[in-house]
T-cell receptor, first 116, second 111 residues
Framework: GAGVSQSPSNKVTEKGKDVELRCDPI?????LYWYRQRLGQGLEFLIYFQGNSAPDKSGLPSDRFSAERTGESVSTLTIQRTQQEDSAVYLC??????????????FGPGTRLTVL | GQNIDQPTEMTATEGAIVQINCTYQ??????LFWYQQHAGEAPTFLSY????GLEEKGRFSSFLSRSKGYSYLLLKELQMKDSASYLCAVRDWQAGTALIFGKGTTLSVSS
């Protein structure tokens, strides 16, 4: 597609429910990142996928968070047993390989998650 | 560890010039990015610096001094549409290739 797309754009859920967020990166972008942005805060790195390598999960805040990516396509971020503190905008970004540029990240529009 | 500081808020008037500063501390610096983020929208890429000096792109310029751990974004001929949050982000090889973002500077441009 022309840009990174994410779905849903908004998600309201009850505390304790599981949610699944989806990201479609730009075609040909081998790297994919998930970030979280709480209201009035900067972007917080969550997880990074590069091709078929093992993902960098160092930013995941707890074991309730997990993510998958199939090859170089769609990624899903799953949050289990959601808590109110999980309310934030979840942003996905993708990049070309560094050998083809300096790796600027192209962001999707985000999913605004509200946990009641 | 990594630390990125930038002012929380700035105000300016249309037609003016504004400089948004960013200081950083990283162990494996490998590039600094500036992004613009309008309220409720995704960040969009503005500039990239990896070597010392000034990079100019139209009304926007970005400067880097690696020895000082310092960068600034310069916006000239300000327009109302420049009202947004400006995010400074650093790539640190010690932390993989994910970007480490500052909290952003909210710029308000008035007429």
């Amino acid at each position: 597609g022309a840009g990174v797309s994410q779905s849903p754009s908004n998600k309201v859920t009850e505390k304790g429910k599981d949610v699944e967020l989806r990201c479609d990166p730009i075609s040909g972008h081998t790297a994919l990142y998930w970030y979280r942005q709480r209201l009035g805060q900067g972007l917080e790195f969550l997880i990074y996928f590069q091709g078929n390598s093992a993902p960098d999960k160092s930013g995941l805040p707890s074991d309730r968070f997990s993510a998958e990516r199939t090859g170089e396509s769609v990624s899903t971020l799953t949050i289990q047993r959601t808590q109110q503190e999980d309310s934030a905008v979840y942003l996905c970004a993708s990049t070309l390989p560094l050998v083809r540029g300096y790796g600027e990240q192209f962001f999707g529009p985000g999913t605004r998650l509200t946990v009641l | 560890g990594q630390n990125i500081d930038q002012p929380t808020e700035m105000t300016a008037t249309e037609g003016a010039i504004v400089q948004i500063n960013c200081t950083y501390q990283t162990s494996g610096f490998n590039g600094l990015f500036w992004y613009q983020q309008h309220a409720g929208e995704a960040p969009t890429f503005l500039s990239y610096n990896v070597l010392d000096g000034l990079e100019e792109k139209g009304r926007f310029s970005s400067f880097l001094s690696r020895s000082k751990g310092y960068s600034y974004l310069l916006l000239k001929e300000l327009q109302m549409k420049d009202s947004a949050s400006y995010l400074c982000a650093v790539r640190d090889w010690q932390a993989g290739t994910a970007l480490i973002f500052g909290k952003g500077t909210t710029l308000s441009v008035s007429s």
